[in-house]
């Protein structure tokens, strides 16, 4: 997956007195609010997050703003950045935010602030965190990608170069979702993104681990994706992936995800299809 970063720089002369950092946020909530270049405001506050302070104090240091959001724990869906050197006060630095930052500062999407200040530069980072689903949300989640994943199969559709024509639904397994997480935990453990496993298991193998008397197995795999939206459009955007949704040899489907919830780290996908023997 992949995340926009802007970063813009206003440079004014001379050496000048340092800001009082702490009321940036609140003067740049003021423009967001009232609006500037004759465009009207936004309602919604940002909010100050301490993340965001040290995104904008790693960025201080040198380098482009995504390599600063990698050194720290701020999860980010998007951002944009105000890099302000020698404004004698805060009413010229705002002056020059609003005059130069005008489209950043109300861009409805974002909702955090960040500050750092040293010297006489001032580093303004704004930004929209990526909010992953929760381990407890995992549920609902299977049951919405089950839907549009049905959805999809219930129509004519070109994998790459093949067509499929609709094929029947499929149910949602409890052993195949167990099999799918068991191999979500594995890549996020070993940061792997491969459909072997690190014990080198394969789809098969977990699905039998699982208790799945399997005729047939599938699987998809995915990161990043914060979203089952996000996850089902980009399975069925590769010809690959794709093509497992559309196979009518699966009857069901397991789903699972995870990260490391208390550190930062990418969100893994796993979807299982099978076909049980009949017994």
């Keep these: 997956m992949h995340f926009r ?13 340092s800001i009082a950092v ?25 909010r100050r997050s301490r993340g965001l302070d040290e995104v ?16 720290t724990d701020y999860r980010v869906a998007n951002s944009s950045s105000m890099k302000i050197e020698g404004a004698k006060n805060e009413r010229a630095l705002l002056q020059i ?29 704004v930004a929209a965190p990526l909010t992953l689903p929760k381990a407890d949300d995992m549920r609902q989640v299977a049951a ?27 149910t949602l397994s409890p052993i195949l979702s167990r099999a799918a997480l068991a191999h979500a935990k594995d ?22 681990r699982a208790g799945y008397n399997w005729l047939t197995v599938g699987e998809n795999i995915a990161v990043g994706a914060a979203t089952a939206e996000i996850v089902v ?17 699966y009857r069901e489907m397991g789903v699972a995800y995870f990260t490391d919830f208390a550190h930062k780290g990418d969100i893994y996908w796993a979807q299982t299809f099978g076909t049980e023997k009949r017994k």
Excluded at 5 to 17: D, E, K, R
Excluded at 58 to 63: D, L, R
Excluded at 233 to 249: F, R, V
């Design 22 to 46: 702490a009321d940036v946020d609140k003067g740049v909530n003021a423009i967001r609010q009232r609006g500037c270049e004759s465009k009207p405001g936004v309602r919604d506050a940002l």
């Design 144 to 170: 919405r990608v089950l839907q549009l994943v049905n959805e999809a199969r219930a129509k004519p559709r070109k994998c790459g170069s093949r067509a499929f024509t609709p094929v029947p639904a499929l």
């Design 5 to 17: 970063t802007t970063a813009l720089i206003a440079l004014i002369c001379c050496a000048l007195p």
């Design 233 to 249: 459009k980009g399975w069925l955007d590769s010809p690959g992936h794709c093509t497992n949704i559309m196979g009518g040899q």
């Design 97 to 125: 935010i609003a005059g130069n930052y005008c489209e950043t500062v109300l861009e409805p999407e974002f909702t955090e602030i960040g500050v750092y200040e040293r010297g006489d530069t001032v580093w303004v980072v």
């Design 56 to 71: 904008a104090r790693q960025w201080s240091k040198g380098g482009r703003l995504h390599e600063a959001i990698a050194r």
């Design 187 to 208: 890549m996020s453990a070993h940061e792997l993104f491969e459909h072997r496993g690190s014990d080198g298991s394969t789809p098969s193998d977990r699905a039998l």
